[in-house]
Structures are given as structure tokens and as C-alpha cells.
Nanobody, 119 residues
């Protein structure tokens, strides 16, 4: 029954901003680490950002540092990815994923939301 749902993707001009949301049902994020990944056509899945609910520690992939910000809303059980200064190279399907801290891999994945950045 646990499910993650991404939203907020779309078409944006280079240099613009977009905010993605990841809402959970059937699980409470308070017990999880929540991450964002992306995959462009013909390329491998790439780590984007992660937030640990307990303590709020964050981490980012090198390609998005300084431009993307991950955050959370406890009351809405939702994680956000604020993307700024977007580049054409950011075009990809963005996925939300969650795992318990004791697990080595992400247990739950959303279906993804398309982000397209036009030059």
C-alpha cells in the first residue's frame, strides 16, 4: 500500500526554476531517508539529493550543488526539490525514493515526473 507520488514537473526555460513535490501515502516519512534521482534518455540513473527526516541532514549530487534545494514539510508528509538556474542538461525524469535508515537500498519509488529544460 505504500506509495510515492511525484508532481510539479513540466517545461521550463533555461535559467528558470521549478519545484517538485513528493507526497507519501501508506508510510510516514519521519522514519525514512528520502531522495531524489533522475534519469535522462540513454543515461544511467543519477543521484540528485537526499534528506534524512530525523535531524534534517541533506546531501546533493555534484552536478546540482548550489542550484537545487531539498526540503520537507512534516505536517504534509511531503518532500520538495526546489530547482533553480536550470540548464538543458537537467532535462530528465525525476524520481522520488524512500528508505529506512537501516536499509542499504531505497525501498519505495515513485513513477517519476518529467522535467524538460529548453535552451
Amino acid at each position: 500500500q505504500a506509495q510515492l507520488l511525484e508532481s510539479g514537473g513540466g517545461l521550463v526555460q533555461a535559467g528558470g526554476s521549478l519545484r517538485l513535490s513528493c507526497a507519501a501515502s501508506g508510510l510516514t516519512f519521519v522514519s525514512y531517508a528520502v531522495g531524489w534521482f533522475r534519469q535522462a534518455p540513454g543515461k544511467e540513473r543519477e543521484f540528485v539529493a537526499v534528506i534524512n527526516w530525523s535531524g534534517g541532514a541533506t546531501g546533493y549530487g555534484d552536478s546540482v550543488k548550489g542550484r537545487f534545494t531539498i526540503s520537507k514539510d512534516n505536517t504534509k508528509n511531503t518532500v520538495y526539490l526546489q530547482m533553480s538556474s536550470l540548464k538543458a542538461e537537467d532535462t530528465a525524469v525525476y524520481y522520488c525514493a524512500a528508505r529506512r535508515p537501516s536499509m542499504s537500498s531505497y525501498e519505495y519509488w515513485g513513477q517519476g515526473t518529467q522535467v524538460t529544460v529548453s535552451s
